[in-house]
């Protein structure tokens, strides 16, 4: 069965540090990846997606991920956080053999920023 | 450009009530999807709806039901409505068929709440 896990619920990282929030993943053939942010009382808003190439994929506010096969992971980085990344981080795979290209969607992970 | 609307933003039913939800898309966007975002889960797929006709749907009761309109917008109808249906539910639109094939634009939801 299709699945994706992000095993954190919540990422505490102070301003300027380096976040990395985590995703983990499980399909059949190859992935598709994505990631998406919910700012408060905001719809979501695609960040990045990973489809074929290169392993790293730069995205949106300058979040960046990259895709690692053997470790089945698609970890979301920002080499220095800023106080309005605080959000809630959704990552999302599909399978390349899913014919009806739904999502299949993780749980969320809640990136809190301090100053 | 207008994104997704969502209407209502909120929307508080009492129990064995029927609750419509209303999505419009962004111009050009045929197809249009409907989530289910509950407190401490992921997305929830619930249906998928392009060029009027349903392709998809998820793993939800058939009191779960929507219909797309000629201009592409939609109605999510949740009938005979239970505590656990409150949640923020999320439209989403894209040009292209499947959330998973390119990137989908979310609407900010309407958060439901079964008293």
């Known amino acids: 069965a299709q699945s994706v896990a992000q095993p954190e619920d919540q990422v505490n990282v102070a301003e300027g540090n380096p976040l990395t929030v985590k995703c983990t993943y499980s399909?059949?053939?190859?992935?598709?990846l994505f990631w998406y942010v919910q700012y408060p009382n905001r719809g979501l808003q695609f960040l990045l997606k990973?489809?074929?190439?290169d392993n790293l994929v730069k995205g949106s506010y300058g979040f960046e991920a990259e895709f690692n096969k053997s470790q089945t992971s698609f970890h979301l980085k920002k080499p220095s956080a800023l106080v309005s990344d605080s959000a809630l981080y959704f990552c999302?795979?599909?399978?390349?053999?899913?014919?009806?290209?739904?999502?299949?969607w993780g749980a969320g992970t809640k990136l809190i920023i301090k100053p | 450009e207008a994104g997704v609307t969502q209407s209502p933003t909120h929307l508080i039913k009492t129990r064995g009530q029927q609750a419509t939800l209303r999505c419009s898309p962004i111009?050009?966007?045929?197809?249009v999807y409907w989530y289910q975002q509950a407190l401490g889960l992921g997305l929830q797929f619930l249906l998928w709806?392009?060029?009027?006709?349903?392709?998809n749907r998820g793993n939800f009761p058939p009191r779960f039901s929507g219909r797309q309109f000629p201009n592409y917008s939609s109605e999510l109808n949740v009938n005979a409505l239970e505590l656990e249906d409150s949640a923020l539910y999320l439209c989403?639109?894209?040009?292209?068929?499947?959330?998973?094939?390119?990137?989908?634009?979310f609407g900010q939801g309407t958060r439901l709440t079964v008293v």
């Open positions: 989403a639109s894209s040009l292209e068929q499947g959330t998973g094939s390119t990137r989908a634009f």
């Open positions: 999302a795979v599909r399978s390349s053999m899913d014919s009806n290209y739904q999502l299949i």
């Open positions: 399909v059949s053939g190859n992935p598709y």
């Open positions: 111009s050009g966007h045929t197809s």
């Open positions: 990973y489809i074929t190439g």
């Open positions: 709806y392009d060029e009027g006709e349903e392709r």
